[in-house]
């Protein structure tokens, strides 16, 4: 029979609550979790331990299920509980109920930070087939629209509530660890050199000579890694809002940044960015808009007026480079970034690949006044990768350079339709 085995260990709860120092408050809690969740309480036990050394004792106990049982251990002195949810499925699959029960009782104890866990149990009922191993894990799933979504099979889930956002670090088998920021994939250890070659190099292998960039967003340090490889590169400024992602990339990231946190070359702004670029006197060769989705809290920065300030901060010959969402799933959004950086920018090149771990084809732009991303030739960009001896790229090439702007039919026919508008000067 196989069965689903949960485990979540919730940190900073309310410390001097009733659900961590009260037994029989604990045994209500869990009782009407196990009744709303649709599973069988066959009988519970709960201990309450005396108080030690001035900290007040915790709880420890047991729900028995006539699907397996639901374990509760609370630690008040430091503000954590663990949690253990197992069911079998042997009548029936219970792995649903099993999540909402453990669900339910996190909610009342309103952490700050979980981490689940999970294992399928293997099939150990008579016959049981012995050279089959069971499929383990969870889904981690993103909506790209209402009415279409994709996922990546999780192994642990560790959860940061931010002053700005939801925060996750996924375990999973596919590319390693993953960031999730509000319930939307940011980058993973195994593939983000799709997204952050493809969001760097095409604007520096075009300019002549980068060496100053700034990065709005970007603190997993990807993109700011990827732009220190060119040689001319003398400053890049990652002007990140939530400090949380900084040290989670430092910490659980190093495969995605590889140490650029530690490079003297970079300095991090910690704050709101498009306030700093708002009041800077600083000029940049490259911005770059490495930020979460446009239809995200970070929506603002894709304003017109976001826009207007990014291009203030080029310097002659500097590109403004983002991301637009997806043509397939986003038409309409990407046609309106598209159609806003015209009325703004001389030369917008719009240009897609396929992201991995978004689960699309994805599209981005180089946007200015003088550089256009698509008048170097393959022999010019083998031979400027020869000069600035760019290591260790895996997606970007002299030959995927133009490929990457040779839009398929329906993107091409997205841009087409956002307007041609000559370039507005700004002071």
Request: with cysteine.
């Amino acid at each position: 029979m196989h069965g689903l085995h949960l485990t979540a260990d919730l940190y900073q709860c309310q410390g001097n609550g009733p659900h961590m120092l009260d037994a029989d408050a604990i045994a209500a809690l869990c009782r009407a979790q196990t009744e709303m969740a649709g599973l069988t309480l066959v009988e519970d036990r709960w201990v309450k331990f005396p108080d030690y050394q001035g900290q007040p004792g915790g709880v420890t106990g047991t729900v028995l299920l006539a699907e397996s049982h639901l374990a509760i251990h609370t630690w008040p002195e430091t503000g954590c509980v663990t949690v253990d949810v197992y069911v079998c499925n042997f009548s029936a699959d219970n792995s649903g109920k099993a999540r909402a029960l453990m669900e339910g009782v996190i909610a009342a104890y309103a952490p700050g930070r979980v981490v689940r866990q999970q294992l399928m149990r293997g099939d150990i009922g008579p016959g049981a087939r012995q050279d089959t191993a069971p499929d383990q894990g969870d889904w981690a799933l993103e909506a790209l629209t209402p009415h279409a979504r994709f996922g990546w099979r999780t192994t642990r889930r560790e959860q940061l509530s931010t002053p700005h956002q939801q925060m996750e670090l996924l375990h999973t088998p596919q590319f390693g660890k993953v960031l999730r920021l509000d319930g939307r994939f940011m980058t993973s250890e195994g593939e983000e050199f799709f997204y952050h070659e493809a969001l760097v190099h095409p604007a520096a292998m075009a300019h002549p000579a980068p060496r100053k960039a700034l990065i709005l967003g970007g603190g997993d340090g990807g993109a700011a890694e990827e732009l220190l490889k060119h040689p001319s590169m003398e400053q890049v400024v990652v002007a990140e809002l939530d400090e949380a992602v900084v040290q989670a990339a430092r910490t659980h990231l190093r495969q995605v940044h590889r140490g650029v946190f530690d490079d003297p070359r970079l300095q991090l702004r910690i704050g709101d960015g498009m306030v700093m670029v708002e009041h800077t006197e600083e000029r940049f060769d490259l911005a770059l808009m490495d930020l979460t989705d446009p239809d995200t809290p970070a929506s603002a920065l894709y304003s017109d007026v976001a826009l207007a300030r990014m291009k203030r901060v080029l310097a002659p010959g500097g590109a403004l480079v983002l991301h637009l969402g997806s043509p397939v799933f986003h038409g309409a959004q990407v046609a309106g970034l598209v159609a806003s950086l015209r009325q703004r920018f001389a030369i917008v090149r719009c240009y897609g690949l396929y992201i991995p771990l978004y689960g699309a084809y994805w599209g981005l732009a180089v946007a200015s006044d003088t550089l256009d991303a698509m008048a170097p030739t393959p022999a010019q960009l083998r031979q400027r990768l020869a000069d600035r001896r760019l290591p260790d790229l895996r997606y970007y090439n002299a030959e995927v350079h133009p490929a990457l702007f040779a839009l398929p039919g329906y993107f091409r026919d997205l841009v087409r339709a956002a307007p041609q508008v000559r370039a507005i000067r700004w002071a």
